[in-house]
């Protein structure tokens, strides 16, 4: 037989009721919150796994911040290539109408005084700054100013060639930012292969067009120099006046149409005829040169050359959009009367609206791009909208409680409590001193 001390009763009742007790006031607690695991001692392997998936939602949920932060700076630099983009459109309406040959010299300063206003506004789109401060168009160097003039017409890029790169997925970084010395200087001038000019000292009235390649890989050719000249001729003796050209390879010296060093001065063997073409390949006749060529290209010149006129053509290269402006700017207000003066004037007005047509083509492809990063936040952001939906549902089925079983649990818990309550009220009787 094992006898129990009347202290030993009493302290095994009180346990009892402690823990009825807890267990009741912790079903009561996952009711009030709705929580089944409210403490790792709850479910230790449930709240173990609880943080691990916590942790990848805040993951989430930080890939969707920065997400946020990439389209508020995607958004900006869209914003600000929109408005160079409508500011180069009207720049070009101004300079087709600076076309009109009823506008006097002073009209087209007043035209070229509206764009130097132009000019200012550009540049200061070319230095926007998103929401944080941060320059959209200097690379890395975010607190850099990225662009500013050194001197008339002459802009200097004082950031660098990166892209700040965001972290918007565990394997996924995208550029929030463009260089802009790839979106405003970068740019090939001409028809973005080879650029047509005019010498500044012509005095006849032609006017070159911007020319078409006839052949890329011809032109790309290394045997190509890709700098050639065009001499005009005018024998004023026949009747009507005959005017004849020659084409020199600048890099020899030599003619292309004879093959031999180019002649110092005319009559030449082509004929020049107002809007027909000059083509850079052997003509037989009247060329004499036995070695055949194509360059691959070929061009339109429109008026009347005079005797030593020379026009060139080389290989674009690089020109930033503030020169094209400011180039425009400086033939408006040099603008005079006369037939050359007139013809240089349509000559710099075609080589800016040709230059111009280059600027937006590029800006309108850095507006693409950015389009296109943009669609991918959208749909990187989507994708961790899910995995936190994920999350929330896995969270909810492992911390979650179920309201019908722990009203049951209550319930049971309640009258076990009481039971217990009036068992030990029983046996606080069952003492020998109740009997003396």
Same mark, same amino acid.
Request: net charge negative; glycine share 8%; charged share 20%.
């Given at each position: ?57 805040? $993951? ?5 911040r920065n997400n946020d932060s990439a389209q508020a ?6 914003? &600000? ?36 206003g132009r000019y200012q506004e550009l540049l200061g789109? &070319? ?24 001197? &008339? ?16 997925? =565990? ?7 463009d260089p802009g010395s790839d979106i405003f200087q ?26 078409? $390649? ?49 002649? &110092? ?18 003509? $037989? ?24 006129? $020379? ?31 007139? =013809? ?93």
């Amino acid at each position: 037989m094992i006898r129990l001390s009347t202290k030993t009763v009493f302290e095994q009742g009180v346990f009892n009721l402690q823990r009825s007790q807890a267990e009741v006031f912790r079903t009561q607690d996952q009711i009030s919150t709705g929580r089944r695991v409210r403490t790792p001692s709850d479910d230790p392997v449930t709240a173990a796994r609880s943080l691990e998936v916590e942790q990848s939602r805040g $993951v989430s949920k930080q890939y969707q911040r920065n997400n946020d932060s990439a389209q508020a700076a995607l958004w900006a630099s869209e914003n &600000a290539i929109s408005s160079a983009v409508a500011l180069l459109q009207d720049v070009r309406t101004v300079a087709v109408n600076a076309g009109n040959g009823a506008l006097s010299s002073n009209e087209l300063k007043s035209l070229a005084s509206e764009l130097r206003g132009r000019y200012q506004e550009l540049l200061g789109i &070319a230095n926007s700054t998103d929401g944080n401060g941060l320059y959209l168009f200097s690379g890395y160097q975010g607190t850099t100013r990225p662009f500013a003039e050194t001197t &008339a017409g002459s802009v200097a890029y004082a950031g660098d060639q990166g892209s700040r790169l965001i972290r918007i997925s =565990a394997s996924r970084e995208i550029p929030s930012s463009d260089p802009g010395s790839d979106i405003f200087q970068r740019i090939k001038n001409g028809n973005g292969t080879f650029v047509t000019e005019v010498d500044e000292d012509n005095t006849g009235s032609g006017v070159i067009g911007p020319g078409t $390649v006839t052949s890329p890989s011809a032109w790309a050719d290394d045997a190509n120099p890709r700098d050639f000249s065009v001499r005009f001729h005018v024998d004023s003796t026949a009747t009507p006046p005959v005017t004849t050209y020659d084409i020199v390879d600048n890099v020899s010296g030599d003619s292309l149409l004879t093959g031999t060093a180019a002649a &110092a001065s005319g009559p030449y063997l082509r004929t020049y005829t107002e809007d027909g073409t000059i083509s850079l390949r052997r003509q $037989v006749p009247p060329d004499t040169n036995a070695t055949d060529f194509d360059y691959g290209a070929e061009f339109t010149i429109k008026g009347s050359p005079a005797t030593d006129d $020379v026009f060139t053509i080389q290989a674009s290269r690089n020109e930033d959009v503030f020169t094209t402006l400011y180039n425009l700017i400086q033939t408006l207000e040099t603008a005079s009367s006369g037939a050359a003066a007139n =013809a240089r004037l349509a000559n710099g007005l075609n080589t800016a609206l040709s230059n111009f047509d280059r600027d937006i083509d590029n800006l309108l492809r850095v507006q693409a791009g950015i389009g296109v990063r943009l669609r991918e936040t959208d749909d990187a952001y989507a994708s961790q909208e899910d995995l936190v939906g994920q999350y929330d549902d896995t969270l909810s089925d492992l911390r979650d409680l179920d309201y019908a079983k722990a009203l049951s649990d209550l319930a049971r818990q309640t009258l076990t409590y009481e039971a217990a309550q009036k068992t030990f009220a029983q046996v606080q009787t069952l003492s020998l001193f109740q009997y003396i």
